[in-house]
């Protein structure tokens, strides 16, 4: 069955390094999203994306992210310099075209800036 | 601003009893995802809804849209089914979700 991968699992950084992390959404998906979860709280959108643009970002996707699709496959999220409160779960997901609601999550990649 | 609201936000239960899990959704959401997220934090989607009822095995999840309220139900529940229900809302017009802050079910043996 076709899945979302996401790239790395767990990714350690020091606060202001620049983090891409990485994702390829199921290939004949064309909705894309991210989102991210700090610990104990609840999942938040960050970004949606489709036909190679931002289609909605919420408050917190400010200046210091960007997302990419930079070769057909792979849809990346990054942080330009992080700051200690980028620590969080980050998932991708992705839809098709067809169903307008159902999204299916990458396992998701657990940043953690020190 | 659109918001969902789930309850309770623990819930313990003894294997094989029936186990209800509520949401409720404010005007603006027109579906709901009903997502599995297992302790290692992956995600998986349960449900889709944008009206009646859904059955997949023991798990049944229904959607008042007048109300706007919807359930997630799961019969004879086993200790496998421990896991952080939540509930989506469609929100966006580009389909991201408005999550609701989950409910941790542990079934005991």
């Known amino acids: 069955e076709p899945e979302v991968t996401q790239t790395p699992s767990h990714q350690v950084t020091q606060m202001g390094q620049e983090v891409i992390l990485r994702c390829v959404p199921i290939s004949n998906h064309l909705y894309f999203y991210w989102y991210r979860q700090i610990l104990g709280q609840k999942v938040e959108f960050l970004v949606s994306f489709y036909n190679n643009e931002i289609s909605e970002k919420s408050e917190i996707f400010d200046d210091q992210f960007s997302v990419e699709r930079p070769d057909g496959s792979n849809f990346t999220l990054k942080i330009r310099s992080t700051k200690l409160e980028d620590s969080a779960m980050y998932f991708c997901?992705?839809?098709?075209?067809?169903?307008?609601?159902?999204?299916?999550f990458g396992p998701g990649t657990r940043l953690t800036v020190t | 601003k659109n918001e969902v609201e789930q309850s309770p936000q623990n819930l313990t239960a003894q294997e094989g009893e029936f186990i209800t899990i509520n949401c409720s959704y404010s005007v603006g959401i027109s579906a709901l995802h009903w997502l599995q997220q297992h302790p290692g934090g992956g995600i998986v989607s349960l449900f889709m809804?944008?009206?009646g009822k859904k059955k997949h095995g023991r798990l049944i999840a229904t959607i008042n849209i007048q109300e706007k309220h919807s359930s997630l139900h799961i019969t004879a529940s086993h200790p496998r089914d421990s896991a952080v229900y939540i509930c989506a809302g469609l929100g966006g017009s580009q389909g991201n979700l408005i999550f609701g802050k989950g409910t941790k079910l542990s079934v005991k043996p």
């Open positions: 809804l944008s009206s």
């Open positions: 997901a992705s839809r098709d075209r067809v169903s307008r609601y159902e999204q299916y």
